[in-house]
């Protein structure tokens, strides 16, 4: 999510309400077009107003160029840090080394960095775990690794996965992943690490349908544990021809449709946290 910083000290007041604010001031033609582009006052702090907003078809770029200009009438971007960053977690479903997949999770994190939001990518293969039975667990417990993996998504708004299709399903690794954290432990709500966040899924694989058909068993397992999926999603086919050797896709459009994948997520999140 990006926010702006609308200087106009001159005639700026703000009334806070319960801690909501909100703003009289004269005229502004630049906070007239950031209303229209979707934004709304946020914060007020000394001589500027913080306006934040949703949107991804306002044109940052624009605005930032005239903020720089230094008038003082002008628009400045600030961090997202400033309004409380939205924090997403991002894994591939691959435990392997040489993943496309992730390559792939790993572009759309990029995407969703570029609107502020706060993404700590994680490998599954730092965080094996035994394939999961319950007289496992009645004997030794939850495994430390799942342990840590619970508290990375419970610290997480938000979730992006790109996973393999194996055999038209989830993976064996990432889903015994899932099921591991799925393990209630004393001190924790029924499937606390997944209620509450959002996550997009996006697929890579040599093959024509690109791991389409992992998505759908994919998004309807993560949904029924309380995870909000965005509909928005990508299966990247030929993915074995699709990465330059610096980790973005060849084709820049791809490349720009996995950014706002990343995007679109941390805006969603944002909007759905608590
Ligand atoms: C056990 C197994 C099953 C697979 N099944 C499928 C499949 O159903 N559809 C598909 O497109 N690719 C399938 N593949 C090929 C994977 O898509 C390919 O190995 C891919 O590179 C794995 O993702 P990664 O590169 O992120 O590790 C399978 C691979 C394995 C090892």
């Given at each position: 999510?990006?926010?702006?910083?609308?200087?106009?000290?001159?005639?700026?007041?703000?009334?806070?309400?319960?801690?909501?604010?909100s703003?009289?001031?004269?005229?502004?033609?630049?906070e007239?077009?950031?209303?229209?582009?979707?934004?709304?006052?946020?914060?007020?702090?000394?001589?500027?107003?913080?306006?934040?907003?949703?949107?991804?078809?306002?044109?940052?770029?624009?605005?930032?160029?005239?903020?720089?200009?230094?008038s003082?009438?002008?628009?400045?971007?600030?961090?997202?840090?400033e309004?409380?960053?939205?924090?997403?977690l991002?894994?591939?479903?691959?435990?392997?080394?040489?993943?496309?997949?992730?390559?792939?999770?790993?572009?759309?994190?990029?995407?969703?960095?570029?609107?502020?939001?706060?993404?700590?990518?994680?490998?599954?293969?730092d965080?094996?775990?035994?394939?999961?039975?319950?007289?496992?667990?009645?004997?030794?417990?939850?495994?430390?690794n799942?342990?840590?993996?619970?508290?990375?998504?419970?610290?997480?708004?938000g979730?992006?996965?790109?996973?393999?299709?194996?055999?038209?399903?989830?993976?064996?690794?990432?889903?015994?992943?899932?099921?591991?954290?799925?393990?209630?432990?004393?001190?924790?709500?029924?499937?606390?690490?997944?209620r509450?966040?959002t996550?997009?899924?996006?697929?890579?694989?040599p093959?024509?349908?690109?791991g389409?058909?992992?998505?759908?068993?994919?998004r309807?397992?993560?949904?029924?544990?309380?995870?909000?999926?965005?509909?928005?999603?990508?299966?990247?086919s030929?993915?074995?021809?699709?990465?330059?050797?610096?980790?973005?896709?060849?084709?820049?459009?791809?490349?720009?449709?996995?950014?706002?994948?990343?995007?679109?997520?941390?805006?969603?999140?944002?909007?759905?946290?608590?």
């Amino acid at each position: 999510m990006f926010s702006y910083k609308v200087k106009n000290s001159a005639v700026a007041t703000a009334t806070d309400t319960n801690g909501a604010v909100s703003l009289r001031r004269d005229v502004c033609c630049w906070e007239r077009a950031l209303s229209t582009w979707g934004f709304y006052p946020t914060a007020f702090r000394g001589e500027a107003a913080v306006w934040s907003g949703l949107s991804s078809s306002w044109p940052h770029g624009y605005i930032h160029t005239i903020g720089e200009k230094g008038s003082s009438r002008g628009v400045s971007r600030i961090e997202t840090n400033e309004i409380g960053p939205v924090k997403l977690l991002a894994l591939a479903g691959s435990l392997r080394i040489g993943s496309l997949n992730k390559k792939l999770v790993k572009v759309a994190a990029e995407g969703a960095r570029k609107t502020g939001a706060q993404v700590t990518y994680i490998d599954l293969a730092d965080y094996q775990l035994p394939v999961f039975n319950q007289d496992d667990q009645d004997a030794n417990g939850v495994p430390e690794n799942a342990y840590k993996l619970k508290a990375l998504m419970k610290e997480s708004d938000g979730l992006i996965i790109a996973s393999p299709e194996y055999n038209s399903s989830i993976p064996g690794g990432c889903k015994n992943a899932l099921d591991w954290v799925s393990r209630e432990v004393p001190g924790e709500k029924v499937l606390e690490c997944f209620r509450g966040r959002t996550a997009v899924l996006m697929s890579a694989s040599p093959g024509r349908l690109g791991g389409l058909r992992g998505l759908v068993a994919l998004r309807s397992m993560l949904q029924n544990v309380g995870v909000t999926v965005i509909p928005e999603q990508l299966a990247l086919s030929q993915a074995d021809e699709a990465f330059a050797a610096d980790g973005s896709l060849k084709d820049p459009r791809r490349q720009e449709q996995v950014e706002s994948l990343g995007r679109k997520l941390a805006q969603v999140a944002a909007r759905l946290k608590d």
